[in-house]
């Protein structure tokens, strides 16, 4: 049971435009969650994350917006740059017991430059 | 470079086999947690330890077992191998066990044959 879910397996973009990357979750437990950067033959990279008690967090060009009403959050780039083309992950965790992260299946996002 | 470190980098075996995975935390992180990803599938969480304790255990196989050793480094042990196993198994370290973000290693890629 994916508790998790990423709907857009990828995106394309324009250099300069804004990315928008999604990010659904089902369990009302989550009250923490990240964003990580893939890119081939490398481990993910955190790249922001957001507490349950904000609904904005932002650093630099990236900005993730939760909405715990609707158990959905996002992932905004502006401007995005090519060296942005890489998989994205969303990930969740419950801040009632362990770390373990909950992930979904990655957006593949490319950059054309 | 994420300062956590995974060997070996690559392993092909065959089913029935038994493999040890090993990873090497950030100085001076003490959590440990092992992620399994297939093809196409997010990260899923199968352990986690800290300061040598189990911490947390996700969807992880009764044919696999892990440790922490008391320099904190980890252990993945996966036996009587089977061809679904083969998937990229992550690493990651973080400094407490609480909700922090995790660094990730660039993995090990496990082929079944």
């Known amino acids: 049971d994916q508790q998790v879910k990423q709907n857009s397996p990828s995106l394309s973009v324009q250099e300069g435009r804004i990315s928008i990357l999604n990010c659904d979750y089902t369990?009302?437990?989550?009250?923490?969650f990240l964003w990580y950067k893939k890119y081939p033959a490398e481990g993910p990279t955190f790249l922001i994350s957001i507490s349950s008690i904000k609904d904005k967090n932002e650093d630099g060009r990236f900005t993730v917006f939760l909405n715990k009403s609707a158990k959905h959050l996002s992932l905004h780039i502006v401007p995005s740059q090519p060296g942005d083309s890489a998989v994205y992950f969303c990930?969740?965790?419950?801040?009632?017991?362990?770390?373990?992260?909950?992930f979904g299946t990655g957006t593949r996002l490319t950059v054309i430059p | 470079d994420s300062g956590v470190t995974q060997t070996p980098k690559h392993l092909i075996t065959a089913t029935g086999q038994r493999v040890t995975l090993r990873c090497s935390p950030r100085?001076?992180?003490?959590?440990v947690y092992w992620y399994q990803q297939s093809l196409d599938q997010g990260l899923q969480f199968l352990i986690q330890?800290?300061?040598?304790?189990?911490?947390a255990k996700g969807n992880i196989l009764e044919r696999f077992s892990a440790q922490q050793f008391p320099d904190l480094h980890s252990e993945l042990n996966l036996s009587s191998l089977e061809l679904g196993d083969s998937a990229l198994y992550f690493c990651?370290?973080?400094?407490?066990?609480?909700?922090?973000?995790?660094?990730f290693g660039p993995g090990t890629r496990l082929t079944v044959l």
């Open positions: 990930a969740a965790s419950a801040q009632t017991g362990a770390n373990n992260l909950f």
């Open positions: 990651a370290s973080s400094l407490a066990g609480g909700p922090d973000e995790q660094f």
């Open positions: 100085s001076g992180d003490l959590s």
């Open positions: 330890y800290y300061n040598g304790e189990e911490r």
């Open positions: 369990n009302s437990m989550f009250d923490y």
